[in-house]
């Protein structure tokens, strides 16, 4: 089998070349150790008189550089100069050929065998851009192949080559020889060899690339080799040259060597699109972007903006509820089916209360993480995010975060979950880690019922909407502070320039889109389904052991049971009886739990937020409340009522019995509960987005982090409202 | 008192108003930045078109190289620029 690597600058269409590469049969992971996503795909090409040949096609993160300063580029470099990878598939966006050529420069002196992939040669042309593919491909010493890879042009061509290229690779034929090579100037030319030689001293550094590469890349500054270096024994003398080869090259040519090759690679690349440019095809001048001067515009572009995001959010929340609904339905009905349908018991238990529901919490997070993913990847690919985050990016330069980090927030409205997997349109890692990290404080649809059950019970309906509305600014007023905070403190350093292309707007290709959605569903089933269901399994075991395994509790409720239907009443006000008993069973099952043990536990640590009066019999029930809220957070309302044996829906309308008894006999006062609310809308981000955060930073530490400093913050704030409550004479 | 040494230097791009142009003078950042704006093609003696500023006044977009690229203030003040008519 031969590797081939796919290699481009971002927005340059390779994406799209890979799927028409590979068509369907592609695998989507993750590079080692990081969340950067890793496609590949195997393909068999016929080739003319030498039979089949198998062609294993990886997708490169899309980079400017190799100098590997950003994640993208260090993947991109190491895996590049592996000894697996045998052909570099090169895509050059052929509209904007000048830059993409930079990075090209510094893959010829990789040395490996190439193929170019000049791409979305249909935009250039209507631009009047026409190549001499000839030309071209002399000049860089590898086949040219014109391609357009969303509608598939040109792709069986570019199969043929790599698969002609790849037999000759595997030959190894002159390597040497191989494609072209960017020359430099005497003076500088006369350092790398100088480098080289110092190089040559450690064979094994030697063998690994090619010194002249390694010298280049030096003199480039990779962070990379100059690791690679530090650890050589021909460390000393090789540093030692490398000062001494900057210096001179200062002190002749009057810039540092960065500089220096920079300006040398960028002279290629346009001495080339110089050369291949046919220039009878002399351009039109290109039409001024009436689309972008609207979308972008003074007044309306941020108007547009705004209609655009309450599109996605009400096509993701409001038009994804229905299936979520449905889903909903589904599980409740196969809930229902299991507990009928089976001896009452524990397995049964586990079955219904346990393990359905929880694979339910799980399914019911597609739907959104779905759509919201799929109006994302349309974004993206039209152009528009680029200029989204150009438009807020003032706006979000103020929290310490990048334009890109808007949309993400902002959908934490809906649900912090697929927010959280909507920041890997970020590339700075710093800026994605904070906007993860402080994504959880903004209030989602979940924690609405919470909000509207404790307003409606202490608050009139005007102040209780006032308080819902509150919670929310709430939640966004903290997250610009903490961003801010986590800017200044823990990511002080990592100061990234907001350098940003703005790529000419493009119509996504539906295909494209759906693809892009069905991974992204399934990658969250196979990396955020296990921490989820395993999370809401425990929660189940805690609120239901060991009450459940009592077989007392067990007999009594038996023998309740047989009771009722002896007594032979009609069928509504039995049914009734029996729903009252399993109601009051539930109660004393929870009230009796492990997660009933550690709301006792917990009690005085709670007490200066919910009970600073030390008055409340009944404190211990919100612990019970706040663990089972872990799974989702509008399950604290279906625990409470449970808890406080007092039904959550209500015969009259007005108030609920939960209400009632919440108001009358909890001992809450307003102002407690207000702690509450406010407590419940930072404690901890519920399981399903713990479990994000957990495959998006792929870091237990900055996991635990966030629910670590979120049960802080939350209880600070709680207490601040009831001291600052108090001291302004509230109750 | 510093205007005169001020005076010789040449104008930043971020003083370059929309629709202006000009051509690379030195790119005056600490070394990761400068290295990215190098790479996104900002060398010496390329000349560059300010497009135009985003609604809220920052950033900029300008024309490089035949692309667009956007620019914060912070970024665009690093680059000298000699202005060109």
Not at chain 1, 151 to 175: F, P, Q, S
């Amino acid at each position: 089998m031969v590797t081939v690597a796919l290699a481009g600058n971002p927005n340059c269409g390779k994406t799209s070349l890979f799927n028409a590469l590979t068509g369907a049969r592609h695998h989507v992971g993750n590079w080692p150790g990081v969340t950067v996503e890793r496609r590949s795909g195997t393909i068999m090409v016929e080739t003319p008189g030498h039979g089949a040949i198998e062609l294993e096609v990886v997708d490169l993160p899309g980079t400017y550089s190799l100098s590997a300063k950003t994640e993208d580029e260090r993947i991109a470099a190491s895996y590049l100069s592996e000894p697996d990878v045998d052909v570099i598939v090169n895509v050059l966006d052929a509209s904007n050929l000048e830059r993409n050529l930079f990075l090209t420069t510094q893959l010829l002196e990789l040395k490996k065998p190439m193929v170019f992939a000049l791409n979305m040669v249909d935009d250039a042309q209507r631009q009047g851009l026409v190549f001499d593919l000839e030309t071209m491909s002399q000049l860089l010493g590898g086949p040219v192949v014109g391609t357009v890879g969303n509608r598939g042009e040109g792709i069986e061509e570019l199969k043929g080559v790599i698969a002609r290229i790849a037999r000759t690779a595997k030959e190894d034929v002159a390597r040497e020889q191989g494609p072209l090579r960017v020359t430099y100037g005497p003076d500088i030319e006369g350092e790398i060899e100088k480098l080289s030689v110092e190089i040559r001293r450690d064979e094994q550094l030697a063998a690994r690339m090619l010194p002249r590469t390694l010298a280049i890349r030096l003199l480039d500054g990779a962070v990379d080799t100059l690791a690679q270096v530090e650890a050589s024994h021909a460390r000393k003398a090789i540093q030692a040259q490398l000062g001494l080869s900057a210096r001179h090259l200062e002190e002749h040519l009057g810039a540092d060597p960065e500089t220096l090759l920079t300006e040398h690679r960028y002279g290629f690349a346009k001495g080339l699109v110089l050369e291949v440019l046919d220039e009878s095809h002399s351009a039109p001048a290109v039409p001024a972007n009436r689309l972008d001067r609207v979308l972008t515009h003074r007044f309306l572009g941020i108007p547009i903006f705004i209609a655009i995001m309450v599109a996605v959010y009400a096509l993701t929340f409001i038009v994804g509820a229905i299936p979520q609904e449905w889903i909903g339905q589904g599980f409740e009905w196969l809930q229902g089916f299991v507990a009928s349908h089976l001896p009452p018991g524990e397995l049964t238990s586990l079955l219904a209360d346990g393990l359905i529901p929880g694979v339910g919490s799980v399914v019911v997070f597609l739907p959104v993480i779905m759509i919201l993913m799929g109006c994302i990847s349309f974004l993206e690919d039209s152009g528009y995010m680029a200029r989204a985050a150009f438009i807020m990016d003032r706006l979000m330069h103020l929290m310490g975060l990048h334009g890109k980090s808007f949309i993400p927030l902002i959908m934490g409205m809906g649900c912090n979950a697929p927010a959280i997997q909507a920041t890997r349109t970020i590339e700075s890692r710093s800026d994605r880690l904070i906007t993860i990290l402080v994504n959880p404080l903004i209030s989602c649809s979940a924690r609405l019922p919470v909000y509207i059950l404790f307003a409606g019970a202490f608050f009139s309906p005007f102040h209780g909407a006032l308080v819902v509305v509150g919670m929310h600014v709430l939640g966004f007023a903290l997250a610009i502070v903490m961003g801010k905070l986590l800017r200044l403190s823990l990511f002080r350093r990592e100061h990234t320039p907001f350098v940003m292309e703005l790529p000419p707007y493009r119509l996504p290709i539906f295909r494209t889109t759906l693809m892009h959605m069905w991974e992204k569903g399934s990658v969250f089933l196979r990396k955020a389904g296990t921490v989820i269901f395993a999370g809401a399994t425990l929660v189940w075991f805690l609120s239901h052991y060991p009450g459940l395994g009592d077989r007392q509790l067990a007999a009594d409720y038996q023998r309740q049971t047989s009771e009722i239907k002896a007594k032979g009443l009609p069928e509504a006000e039995e049914s009734a009886a029996l729903q009252d008993l399993d109601f009051a069973h539930q109660g004393r099952i929870m009230n009796t739990s492990f997660a009933a043990r550690l709301g006792a536990v917990v009690q005085s640590i709670f007490r200066p937020i919910f009970d600073p009066d030390h008055v409340r019999e009944d404190a211990w029930k919100d612990g019970v409340a706040l663990t089972a809220g872990f799974v989702a957070k509008e399950i604290v309302v279906g625990t409470l009522a449970i808890v406080h044996q007092a039904k959550e829906e209500s015969d009259t309308g007005e108030v609920t019995p939960l209400q009632e008894s919440i108001r009358k006999n909890s001992g809450l006062t307003p102002l407690t509960a207000l702690a509450f609310m406010v407590f419940t809308l930072i404690y901890t981000p519920c399981l399903g987005t713990v479990a994000m955060i957990k495959k998006e930073t792929m870091s237990w530490k900055w996991t635990g982090f966030s629910i670590g400093y979120g049960l802080m913050l939350g209880w600070l704030l709680a207490w601040l409202v009831v001291v600052g409550g108090r001291a302004l004479g509230f109750n | 008192m510093d205007t005169q040494i001020m005076d010789r230097q040449p104008m930043r791009l971020s003083e370059l108003e929309t629709g202006g142009r000009g051509r690379v003078v030195k790119v005056e950042a600490d070394s990761l930045i400068r290295r990215r704006l190098m790479e996104m093609g900002i060398t010496r003696g390329e000349a560059l078109f300010v497009d135009k500023v985003a609604p809220l006044g920052d950033p900029m977009e300008l024309v490089v190289r035949g692309y667009h690229l956007s620019l914060r203030r912070e970024e665009s003040a690093c680059i000298r620029i000699e202005r060109e008519l």
